[in-house]
């Protein structure tokens, strides 16, 4: 049985879907490939059917990634079918827990940074309003919070 992560922004064009490729091509450079089950979602449902923030795509494909991506909302049947929930900001936090009183579901609710090195338990900024620099900073952010995350999952 593969263990299922989820990954949570608000828009699910920006942050989550990078995250999830991030974590993927982590995956599969430690020969790791499919042995966990990674989605990403978003807490509103604004962006639904839409493919990654364009900036967030150039952004990813100037540091050699390239991915594809269609934004869907996260749904109260996501936190019975992941195992672990990856929130980027305390806002897609409140936002998860709102959906649920069980304080069983919310042991599964962590914020990204968690795993950050460089910024235990802050927010992942939210890039939208700003500038290219606000995208590589994201891209930063995630690239070594997944890997961290990654070595916790597979190597404890
Ligand atoms: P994300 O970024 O939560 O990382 O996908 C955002 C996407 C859209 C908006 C804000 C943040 N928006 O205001 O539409």
Redesign the pocket.
């Known amino acids: 049985m593969q263990f299922k992560v989820m990954f949570v922004?608000?828009?699910?064009?920006?942050?989550?879907p990078l995250a999830k490729a991030l974590f993927e091509k982590h995956e599969y450079e430690n020969g790791l490939q499919n042995r966990f089950y990674i989605d990403s979602a978003?807490t509103n449902r604004?962006?639904a059917g839409e493919g990654a923030?364009r900036r967030t795509l150039l952004n990813a494909r100037k540091n050699g990634l390239v991915f594809y991506h269609e934004a869907k909302q996260f749904k109260l049947s996501h936190f019975e079918t992941f195992d672990l929930i990856v929130v980027?900001d305390r806002s897609n936090e409140n936002n998860v827990k709102s959906l649920s009183a069980d304080m069983e579901l919310h042991k599964k609710v962590h914020l990204m940074r968690k795993w950050d090195i460089h910024g235990t338990n802050e927010d992942v900024p939210?890039?939208?309003y700003g500038g290219p620099e606000g995208f590589e900073e994201v891209f930063q952010i995630l690239n070594r919070s997944t890997a961290a995350l990654l070595r916790d999952l597979a190597f404890g």
């Open positions: 922004c608000l828009g699910n064009i920006c942050r989550s978003g604004n962006h923030d980027m939210d890039p939208w």
